[in-house]
């Protein structure tokens, strides 16, 4: 096995990440560990997947019964070096091992097994749950900046969300001189008021709303299962504040749901009633992010 890795190694490094044989067409990185026992630098060609900043790696070992030594080696010491190849060039920096636990976990390998039937196979055979690692560059001008990172992340939530609520009165106030305008027509036509529905949202308007509650969402859960459990490790008095952070996660979750079915994949929206839900919206969406940087930016930016 050493020397057949060792080829692997080699034709990685000769052809900037590009090799033949089974592994040809699977994305690989060279994964170099600390032995756990001796100490010694340890090299493996590595099967992973890019997941956003993070890299995925699955300790497969093939589907046999006991995990890779390389697995081993990162759970006593989670500092890596990571070689990605493009075909044209090789890039090394230095990472943090981190494996996932869980939901995560599962839904990552799901994903996994369903780009690569193989892993299913591997699954099947093995006796054990083959762990899924998550690989974080080590940036440390980033590092200092998480929290910084937090706010400007907020910052833009929270611009686009002025931005919203501004168009989404524009189109109410559009919708009722619509109204008024057709009915003052159909009145003198017949002589009888009639109260017509505006137009509703315009199509921008509508996909932009949504696309808000997807961002937002999508921000929620990387906060959930990524950056909230770093914080735990590092500072478990931080726990309570979390716990409850995570409980107004919920909440603003379910506003979310109310408000992408006001607007409605397909319907038309009502201006009138969405501005009230982006209202609410805003309110406890501002609560929230002033108590995530009230609590949080201090410890975020001393990691």
């Given amino acids: 096995m050493s020397e057949w890795n060792d080829k692997i190694i080699e034709e990685f490094r000769a ?4 090799v033949g044989g089974p592994f040809e067409g699977t994305p690989l990185i060279l994964l170099t560990t600390t032995g756990a026992r001796t100490g010694a630098a340890r ?3 590595v099967a992973c997947r890019r997941d956003g900043d993070r890299i995925l790696v699955f300790a497969s070992n093939a589907g046999a019964p006991r995990h890779p030594d390389w697995y081993h080696n990162l759970l006593a010491n989670p500092t890596v070096t990571v070689e990605v190849g493009d075909g044209t060039a090789i890039e090394t920096f230095i990472a943090t091992a981190r494996p996932l636990s869980g939901e995560e976990r599962d839904r990552i390998y799901a994903r996994q097994a369903e780009v690569a039937p193989v892993f299913a196979d591997y ?11 998550a690989l974080y560059r080590r940036d440390p001008k980033r590092a200092r900046a998480l929290g910084d990172e937090l706010v400007r992340i907020h910052d833009g ?3 686009e969300m002025a931005a919203l609520l501004a168009a989404i009165e524009d189109a109410a106030g559009n919708a009722v001189e619509d109204a008024a305008g057709n009915a003052a027509e159909d009145g003198a036509a017949t002589g009888i008021p009639v109260n017509l529905p505006g137009r509703g949202l315009e199509e921008a308007l509508r996909e932009r709303c949504l696309s808000f509650c997807t961002a937002f969402h999508e921000h929620h859960i990387n906060e959930s299962e990524r950056g909230f459990p770093l914080l735990e490790r590092a500072y478990p008095g931080l726990a309570p504040a979390l716990d409850r952070l995570r409980e107004e996660h919920v909440r603003l979750a379910e506003i979310r749901e109310d408000l992408r079915a006001a607007v409605g994949e397909a319907g038309s929206g009502d201006p009138a009633a969405l501005k009230d839900r982006f209202a609410r919206l805003s309110a406890e969406l501002e609560a929230h992010f002033a108590r995530e940087e009230e609590q949080l930016l201090a410890a975020l930016n001393a990691l």
């Avoid at 052809?15 to 590009?18: D, F, H, K, T, V």
């Avoid at 699954?123 to 690692?133: C, D, E, G, N, Y």
């Fill in 15 to 18: 052809n900037a990440g590009m």
């Fill in 123 to 133: 699954q099947k055979k093995a006796s054990r749950v083959i762990p899924v690692v």
């Fill in 157 to 159: 939530m929270r611009a």
């Fill in 43 to 45: 090299t493996n060609p």
